[in-house]
């Protein structure tokens, strides 16, 4: 059982930036893959950013340039800062986490892949 709790969002106007954090606990494994999606009213999930147990990282394409997804040595404490930030960011956003050892490989469009998530944290991005 692994539990994540998320913290960081609010509301920001356009070009502005936020960071959210993400920590873990309980059985955190060493094959782990770690990421953050989002939501909005209306909209399916969608990956913004991966990361695996070796730091490789992937990037949705809406975000890439403008968002960094980062992770502490221990795995425990996931971050994604996010700049430039756009309206249509607006969303949910839940930090998430697997375990990998099957040869998943861990990217923004694995999602299903995923077996724990935390309750979300909204992002609001205002004109």
């Known amino acids: 059982q692994v539990h994540l709790v998320e913290s960081g969002g609010g509301s920001v106007q356009a070009g502005g930036s936020l960071r959210l954090s993400c920590a873990a606990s309980g059985n955190i494994v060493s094959t782990s893959c770690m990421g953050w999606f989002r939501q909005a009213p209306g909209f399916e999930r969608e990956g913004v950013a991966t990361?695996?147990?070796?730091?490789?990282?992937s990037y949705a394409d809406s975000v890439k340039g403008r968002f960094s997804i980062s992770q502490d040595n221990d795995k425990r404490t996931l971050s994604l800062t996010m700049n430039s930030l756009k309206p249509e960011d607006t969303a949910m956003y839940y930090c998430?986490?697997?375990?990998?050892?099957?040869?998943?490989?861990?990217?923004?469009?694995?999602?299903?892949?995923?077996?724990?998530w935390g309750q979300g944290i909204q992002v609001t991005v205002s004109s």
């Open positions: 990361i695996d147990s070796d730091g490789k990282i």
């Open positions: 998430a986490t697997g375990d990998f050892a099957d040869g998943g490989y861990c990217y923004t469009e694995a999602q299903s892949e995923f077996d724990y």
